[in-house]
Nanobody, 115 residues
Framework: QVQLVESGGGLVQPGGSLRLSCAAS????????MGWYRQAPGKQRELVAT???????DYADSVKGRFTISRDNAKNMVYLQMNSLKPEDTAVYYC?????????WGQGTQVTVSS
């Protein structure tokens, strides 16, 4: 089965911080790296951060140095700590395997950065 449930989004001012959480299926955590993706209205979804089962990480240039992805394999959770937020970070944020094994996505969580 597949479960991807994102939470933690909200409205913040530029320069603020948010911590996103994702509860994922244990089977996904057992076999796949996990990623955080984001999609703004009218834009394509983009991958912003990736973490392997062994906790190796990679980031898009647009978020490098500001976002930190982490995972807790025992809890089947993945997190995204977002600092120094910018208006261009505004999007719906999704978690999923990287790459997704099939085209299934959760509801996402809205992040809005605005003054």
């Amino acid at each position: 089965q597949v479960q991807l449930v994102e939470s933690g989004g909200g409205l913040v001012q530029p320069g603020g911080s948010l911590r996103l959480s994702c509860a994922a299926s244990g089977s996904i955590f057992s076999f796949y790296p996990m990623g955080w993706y984001r999609q703004a209205p009218g834009k394509q979804r983009e991958l912003v951060a990736t973490i392997t089962v062994g906790a190796g990480t990679d980031y898009a240039d647009s978020v490098k140095g500001r976002f930190t992805i982490s995972r807790d394999n025992a809890k089947n959770m993945v997190y995204l700590q977002m600092n120094s937020l910018k208006p261009e970070d505004t999007a719906v944020y999704y978690c999923n395997a990287d790459p997704p094994p099939y085209d299934y996505w959760g509801q996402g969580t809205q992040v809005t950065v605005s003054s």
